[in-house]
């Protein structure tokens, strides 16, 4: 396997309307975010990914674009911009941007034109179809709710969004639009940035046919996420783009795929068919989603994650690479959500970044996870900003359902829960802002806050830096090869790598249980390291059990002969 900078690096990611405010309007800026440029750089992480930036009018907060080269006015300007990324270069790190073009906004031009008419040069830029049978042109359901089309009363059609009505879908099958995002790729690289991470880019394939889907009993939409998911042309799509933009440039390229598949994983990033470098997978994801979707809430059974996250690192170990994540701009707090938020956030907080770190692939840390942000809870729905929470409440209301059980399901679900404002200090609004914040900070910021866990030697964040450090001092923790252990225990998480004779064995308790691990006969050595554990305890040696304590966490570097 090629050794490439990317697989050895740890990415932050940054979403800039909520990490920390220069100006004090309550919205996070890009001044915001070079003052905090140290802060990211002491964690130890090579690569940053920062969420859009660009010029918008905030339906789906920054991801409805409506112009691609230029930025949005309450972040900032280009100039500062550009002072960040050569900030960020001054400092040793990279940067990837965020590129969003299965859809646009609707007030980007290119839409802006294609309404006019149709014969309007841009009306192929996006999707368009007449109604049929009186109706929209398929019966599929936005993913943000409601249906995937919207009428154009000005040319009497219906255009396609698979988000929401401000996110006219692009058509790919359109070499000339193909080109035009090309040349805009170019263009950003030219600046000298380092990569993109790619917003649902296994949708931008439709086929010329659209069919309806299968509506669920009651239900007016279905989905027709089997027709756009890894559609007919996509491979070709983003092996032209490799061709003609990528492949000229050294940079990292991460594909959010929503229902992507191990099998079609390797495809998209086995480096001989030059597609792209790694894929975000959402398998495990929706391991605690009912048979009803995200909203139907589940426990997770860790004998589910456990093969799940196993299967992925199986499939990918020789061909192709996994990028490794737990959090995200669109996924709940880990802690809240895997772990206790409670009497045991840090303990829980720091197994499950153990547990994620020492996999194979590229590890990717969303900001405040670094310090065990937890998820929020505001009494009204007023308080909360994200499109998607306030379209499943309105459909949630509109079909009788308590408002106790439609709160629940954002509580634990919402998407919000990551997008508080960053907790900086105790001091207010948790230092993010010294105005009114965009949306309001989660009041456990006096307990939870970078400042405090800076001082403190045993904190979440040091526990990070630990964890970073050890992948870049330890080429087993990025290259080794992947075996599960004890793989029916209802309760410990533990793996085995192994690089030439040396094995890295991580066990993970993860419960408040303290239950025994015993170490498989498969595991023979003839000395062994612990690396790093979530607890100051005196017995540290490795024999054949270990009485686990609530959430503990312990990796052992062993040599063989």
């Known amino acids: 396997m090629n050794q490439t900078w990317w697989k050895q690096s740890v990415v932050y990611q940054i979403y800039p309307r909520s990490f920390m405010d220069s100006n004090g309007d309550g919205i996070g800026d890009l001044q915001g975010i070079i003052s905090k440029l140290d802060y990211i ?8 990914w920062l969420s859009p930036v660009y010029k918008s009018p905030n339906d789906d907060n920054g991801y409805d674009i409506s112009d691609y080269q230029d930025i949005m006015d309450e972040f900032g300007t280009m100039k500062d911009w550009e002072e960040l990324l050569a900030k960020i270069h001054k400092r040793g790190m990279k940067l990837i941007m965020d590129l969003v073009i ?79 995002v090309y040349e805009m790729m170019k263009w950003w690289l030219d600046k000298g940035i380092d990569g993109f991470r790619m917003d649902v880019i296994n949708f931008i394939s439709k086929p010329e046919i659209l069919q309806d889907g299968e509506p669920k009993p009651g239900k007016k939409y279905a989905s027709g996420s089997k027709f756009y998911r890894n559609g007919p042309n996509i491979h070709d799509y983003l092996q032209e783009m490799n061709h003609q933009v990528l492949s000229a440039y050294d940079v ?10 191990p099998e079609l994983a390797r495809l998209y990033t086995e480096e001989s068919r030059k597609e792209l470098n790694m894929v975000f997978q959402f398998e495990h994801m929706g391991l605690d989603n009912g048979p009803y979707g995200k909203w139907d809430l589940k426990r997770l059974d860790l004998l589910d994650l456990k093969l799940n996250l196993t299967k992925w690192q199986k499939a990918l170990e ?13 996924q709940p707090r880990s ?31 969303y900001q405040g996870e670094e310090i065990g942000m937890t998820n929020i809870q505001f009494e009204s ?39 508080t404002p960053m907790q900086w200090n105790s001091s207010t609004n948790a230092g993010f802002s010294t105005g009114t914040p965009w949306m309001k900070v989660n009041p456990n910021y006096t307990e939870i806050n970078a400042e405090q866990e800076l001082t403190k030697q045993n904190s979440i964040y040091h526990y990070y830096c630990k964890l ?34 040396q094995t890295l064995l991580v066990i993970c308790n993860f419960y408040e249980n303290e239950p025994v691990f015993k170490l498989p006969d498969s595991i023979q050595y003839k000395s062994a390291n612990l690396l790093i554990s979530n607890y100051e305890r ?24």
């Open 41 to 48: 750089k002491n964690l130890g992480i090579n690569v940053i």
């Open 102 to 180: 299965n859809h646009s906004s609707d007030e980007h031009s290119w839409f802006v034109e294609a309404r006019k008419s149709k014969d309007n040069p841009y009306r192929d830029y996006y999707i368009w179809r007449p109604a049929k049978d009186d109706r929209e042109p398929t019966n599929w359901y936005s993913n943000f709710g409601g249906s995937a089309w919207e009428y154009d009363a000005t040319t009497n059609e219906y255009y396609l969004h698979l988000f929401s009505k401000k996110q006219p879908d692009l058509n790919w099958r359109n070499p000339k639009l193909r080109q035009e």
């Open 252 to 261: 990292m390229t991460v594909g959010e795929m929503p229902g992507v598949t």
């Open 318 to 330: 020789d061909k192709g690479w996994n990028s490794l994540y737990f959090n995200n701009h669109d």
């Open 335 to 365: 802690v809240s959500r895997f772990g206790n938020d409670k009497e045991y956030r840090v303990e829980s907080a720091k197994m499950l970044a153990t547990l994620l770190h020492m996999m194979k692939g590229t590890p990717y840390v």
């Open 381 to 419: 729905i007023n308080d909360y900003r994200d499109i998607e929470i306030h379209n499943f409440y309105r459909e949630q209301k509109e079909e009788g359902i308590p408002e106790e059980k439609i709160m629940e399901s954002i509580y634990v679900k919402g998407r919000d829960n990551s997008r």
């Open 468 to 501: 970073i450090q050890l992948r870049k001092d330890h080429e087993i923790i990025v290259y080794g090869g992947y075996d599960l252990l004890n793989e029916d225990h209802p309760e410990i998480f533990s793996y085995k790598r192994t690089l030439r004779n």
């Open 538 to 561: 005196g017995e540290v040696s490795l024999g054949e059990q270990i009485n686990l304590l609530p959430y503990e966490a312990r990796v052992y570097l062993l040599f063989g002969e």
